[in-house]
């Protein structure tokens, strides 16, 4: 039984640069959420999606956007990337409906030079 | 919005003794609380839950208790073994909302001294 994956597992960009970041989810599971985790810091939330829908969003600017897929999987997409933007991004799977876990994928590397 | 606050941020503890982590969350309607540990390089993983309506939840080694009205939740550790050394974070939800978005503490670094 595969688990969430992501790609890819490292990614060095240029200021001002756009990012895309890609996540499959557990098979069966139908929401997808986002997180970014700055070194010596717990995962931020910055969107979730279930059916394709946008459920929430944290508070990151609007150079942050997501979508998901007919087959559940999901983009990250980060535009006019800024060095603080360096970080860990962690794509979670949930089955959805009235379950709650939530289980993450091994992250993209994230590196702003 | 929710506020997580976790504590102590380093814990080193003899191989074989107790560890406990504790937490504190801000918005009374959170009903959901996690437990992810973080070894150096790897996902979180889901170590232990616990739900609003539960007062304690034991699995093996690791135990979660919660408590509704201090709003304060911890993570307990018995007879604890190299392997459990990783970061260790809390987390809050409130699921009826509509959004899933988990909120974390900062961390708490667990060592295991053999």
């Known amino acids: 039984d595969a688990g969430v994956t992501q790609s890819p597992t490292h990614l060095i960009k240029t200021r001002g640069q756009h990012v895309t970041l890609r996540c499959s989810p557990i098979?069966?599971?139908?929401?997808v959420s986002w997180y970014q985790q700055v070194l010596g810091q717990g995962p931020q939330f910055i969107f979730q999606y279930y059916e394709k829908e946008e459920r929430g969003r944290g508070n990151f600017p609007d150079r942050f956007s997501a979508r998901q897929f007919p087959n559940y999987s999901s983009e990250l997409n980060v535009n006019a990337l800024l060095l603080g933007d360096s970080a860990l991004y962690l794509c979670a799977s949930k089955r959805g409906g009235g379950f709650y876990e939530q289980y993450f994928g091994p992250g993209t590397r994230l590196t702003v030079t | 919005g929710e506020n997580v606050e976790q504590h102590p941020s380093t814990l080193s503890v003899q191989e074989g003794d107790s560890a406990v982590i504790k937490c504190t969350y801000s918005?009374?309607?959170?009903?959901?609380f996690p437990w992810y540990k973080q070894e150096l390089g790897k996902r979180p993983q889901l170590i232990i839950d616990i739900r609003s309506n539960v007062g304690e939840k034991k699995d093996q080694r690791i135990a979660v208790t919660l408590n509704k009205t201090a709003k304060h939740f911890s993570l307990h550790i018995t007879e604890t073994q190299p392997e459990d050394s990783a970061v260790y974070f809390c987390a809050a939800l409130y699921s009826g909302g509509g959004a899933d978005g988990l909120t974390f503490g900062k961390g708490t670094h667990l060592i295991i001294q053999p």
């Open positions: 098979s069966g599971h139908k929401s």
């Open positions: 918005d009374s309607a959170s009903n959901y």
